[in-house]
């Protein structure tokens, strides 16, 4: 197994392309109640970085190699994978983007997970403790439309593909019926009611914030 030396900090990976709206609000806020707690935070936006998802070179899966969790693929996302393994949490946050997480979070998965994962049904983690995870979804469907819409299979998936990497904790916040545009006026939107839509963050996003900096608390606890 692997062993790394880990660091009392949690990293912030945005997988979204905005960064001062809903998920990135929220994945500050995660990072400020781990802050609370005296860890070390680190907000990374993805849609900075050059990188793609995994190639399947497979030399993480070899057998001289598959203990160390490293990828060998170099490129943007190289210092990332190198700062969460000496990391003790990461949280993501994601908006749905056509019912799943947006490409940049999902190639950013098949690195980060693959990495830490042997084809071995004995001992399927190659960490004996990995990270606390948080994950945080952001999207315009309301929270009575996750189960019909599929997306709760979405998310049962995530928590079971870093379920394995051996974390003290998992953590999965779903935001919904988020405002998407400044004005609503500029834009053939007619199935979102601006009303509705203002309502719901003025009433409704502060507790998704609130819940937010609590997720960022227990990471940085390891709870
Ligand atoms: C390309 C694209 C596809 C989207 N697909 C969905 C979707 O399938 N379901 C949904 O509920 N919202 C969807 N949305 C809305 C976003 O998930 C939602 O506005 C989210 O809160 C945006 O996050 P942000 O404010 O951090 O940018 C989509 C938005 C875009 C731009």
């Known amino acids: ?74 490129d943007g996302l190289s210092p990332v994978l190198e700062l969460l393994a000496g990391s003790t949490a990461l949280v993501m946050g994601s908006p749905i983007y056509l019912a799943d997480v947006t490409g940049a979070l999902r190639s950013f998965i098949e690195r980060f997970v693959f990495i830490n994962l042997a084809y071995d049904q004995a001992s399927p983690s190659v960490l004996e403790k990995g990270p606390s995870v948080g994950l945080i979804y952001t999207m315009n469907i309301p929270r009575e439309s996750l189960g019909p819409f599929g997306y709760s299979v979405l998310f049962k998936s995530h928590l079971d593909f870093f379920s394995r990497l051996n974390g003290p904790t998992i953590e999965q916040l779903a935001s919904c019926d988020t405002l998407q545009f400044d004005d609503y006026s500029r834009f053939h939107a007619p199935m979102f009611d601006e009303a509705h839509k203002r309502e719901v963050r003025e009433r409704r996003f502060p507790e998704d914030l609130a819940q937010a900096f609590g997720m960022g608390v227990r990471l940085a606890a390891g709870e």
């Open 1 to 74: 197994m692997a062993s790394e030396t880990r660091t009392h900090r949690v990293v912030g990976i945005n997988g979204g392309p905005r960064k001062n709206w809903n998920t990135a609000r929220l994945l500050e806020e995660a990072l400020c109640g781990s802050a609370s707690q005296g860890a070390a935070t680190e907000l990374v936006h993805l849609y900075d970085l050059d990188f793609k998802g995994c190639r399947s070179c497979f030399h993480c899966k070899t057998r001289e190699n598959y203990l160390n969790g490293r990828c060998a693929q170099r």
